[in-house]
Nanobody, 119 residues
C-alpha cells in the first residue's frame, strides 16, 4: 500500500492550494484519513481528519480556512487550503488507517508535499 501526496508549491499570502493524497495497492478498506504538517523546528501536528463516515475535525489554527474531503471511489483525500498564511508553511503529510486484502489494519503515511506561503 502506498500513499502519494501532491499539490504543494509556493503561494502568496491569501492564496489557495489544493492537496491530494491517493492510496493505492492491495486495499480492502480505508478508515480515517488525515493531513498532518511539520514546519522546520516544530513537531508534526494534526491539521484535519475525516472518517470513513465523513465525520471531520480540524485544528483550531485552520478552521474556516481549510476543508478536508474524500472520494472513496478514488481512495483519495483532499485538503483545500484558502486564505493561506506564512505560518501555514510546512511539509504536509497524509495518513490513513487501511485494511489490506489479508484483513490486516495498519497505519500508512505519504512522503509529504511542501507548502510554502511567501510573498
Amino acid at each position: 500500500v502506498q500513499l502519494q501526496a501532491s499539490g504543494g508549491g509556493l503561494v502568496q499570502p491569501g492564496g489557495s492550494l489544493r492537496l491530494s493524497c491517493a492510496a493505492s495497492g492491495r486495499i480492502f478498506s480505508i478508515g480515517t484519513m488525515r493531513w498532518y504538517r511539520q514546519a522546520p523546528g516544530n513537531q508534526r501536528e494534526l491539521v484535519a481528519g475525516i472518517t470513513s463516515g465523513s465525520s471531520i475535525n480540524y485544528a483550531d489554527s485552520v478552521k474556516g480556512r481549510f476543508t478536508i474531503s474524500r472520494d472513496n471511489a478514488k481512495n483519495t483525500v483532499y485538503l483545500q487550503m484558502n486564505s493561506l498564511k506564512p505560518e501555514d508553511t510546512a511539509v504536509y503529510y497524509c495518513n490513513a488507517g487501511i485494511m489490506t486484502l489479508n484483513r490486516k489494519w495498519d497505519d500508512y503515511w505519504g512522503r509529504g508535499t511542501l507548502v510554502t506561503v511567501s510573498s
